[in-house]
């Protein structure tokens, strides 16, 4: 820290050292500290491309979504010849739904160098791709390259597959889904047991996580969990379109606080089992809160099902909201998505119904020991009846409902999640019974599911 302060000090230029370092106080929860950086950079002469880049990094993961996106937009007005910062700027219009800027952008990184595979998958999941205006023939040709490799093979093939998802050609879908998850799979170190374990190690560390912490004030925190691309975003987006409720995003804003004050003898496991819940609760509150008072926040990390034990303890007036899809759904939307680091369960048929049988153990104990603080959503349920079942949620979070918040289209709040595009259209169902499409690609899966006691719809 104090070498990357030095680095800046008396600088009269913008520099990449200002960005390193409002990095650094941001990872040690001076917010005010990281934003008081970016601002003074901004004072500074023009510097280079990689220094605004960097800036607007920080910017994005301060909530200043807009700033962030005139400096990736400032970037790429530096060095427009570098297609990183147009995949970057990509990136952030789409999070601020500006679908056919992202999409212009995306062509530029593109056209500057076709082997930047991630644009073509950022691309490809801007908008529902149609006979008439698809890239399906251009990613086939570049999957036809004789010297196609590992990444171009994961990018393109789940590019490939979704467009080709778009148009209904399920089968050739399958195989590019498959292609590209087999790609991943195959550089990944993981083992499902260790998963599994460690799930199984959370329920027994955690067998009577009684609610103890002494903070006051925690209902203004709502935290809505579940696997991925089972309905969290969309319930998020629902939430936020009420007044005085934010969103922090998928942050790990818990688990740092957690993990912070976890220490002494035992695994990470005991360790955390132990934690101080007040401690915990200040720490969370400092990496929540970013100065907001007399507002809710929403805390929409799907993986924080892991903590719900330590949420119950430190943070008890908090509301939990778990979301469910059906399985068969919930595990194919997975199986046909590319994730960054997290996830590694979900790019194989046998390791997603391993996973997703540990899950349902751990969720079904969670139940009896979270009580009224955890209420759990069904998705199908959510797409059939959007503002009943949108007030039921409401009222367990303690707001106060209004119809209007489940038109998500009119929704201007940022999105960073796999469904940053879908979530900029009206709540649609079409994806409820998709599996169906893939019935015969996905009898592991099915017979997997069932071994472990999953309910299945009867024609599966």
Known sequence: MVLAQRGVDGA????????????????????????????????????????????????????????????????????????????????????????????????????????????????????????????????????????????????????????????QLFDEAFHWFSTAATARRSHLNY??????????????????????????????????????????????????????????????????????????????????AAADPDAVAAGYARFANLGRSGEHIIEKLPMNYLYLGAIHRALPEARILSIRRSALDSCFAMYRTLFGDAYPFSYDLEDLARYYAAYDRLMTHWRPLLGDQLQEVVYEDIVRDPPHIGAHIAHHCGLAWNDAAVDIQQNQSVSLTASAAQIRRPIYGSSSGRWRHYRRHLRALISALRVRGIALPEEA
């Open 12 to 167: 009269r230029v913008c520099s990449p050292g200002h960005g390193f370092l409002a990095s650094l106080l941001l990872k040690l929860g001076r917010a005010p500290d990281a934003e008081r950086i970016v601002r003074d950079a901004l004072l500074l002469d023009t510097g280079v491309a990689d220094a605004y880049d960097g800036l607007a990094y920080v910017s994005r993961a301060l909530g200043k979504h807009e700033r962030a996106n005139s400096l990736y937009r400032r970037a790429t007005e530096i060095e427009p010849q570098v297609p990183r910062f147009w995949y970057n700027l990509a990136g952030s219009e789409r999070s601020l739904g500006r679908l056919a800027e992202a999409e212009a952008a995306c062509n530029r990184s593109i056209a500057l160098d076709p082997a930047q595979y991630p644009t073509y998958l950022l691309r490809s999941e801007l908008r529902v791709q149609t006979e008439a205006a698809n890239h399906i023939a251009e990613l086939k040709a570049q999957l036809d390259r004789a010297d196609v490799d590992h990444r171009a093979r994961l990018f393109l093939g789940y590019a490939l597959g979704k467009e080709l998802d778009d148009v």
């Open 191 to 272: 083992d499902v047991v260790t998963d599994e374990h460690k799930l199984a190690r959370i329920a027994e560390v955690f067998a009577n996580p009684r609610a103890c912490g002494t903070s006051q004030g925690t209902s203004q925190y709502l935290f809505i969990v579940g696997l991925p691309r089972s309905g969290t975003t969309l319930v998020e987006r629902i939430l936020t379109g009420l007044p005085g409720v934010k969103s922090n995003g998928e942050t790990e804003n818990f688990s740092r606080a957690l993990l912070a004050a976890g220490t002494g003898p035992g695994d990470v496991f005991a360790r955390a």
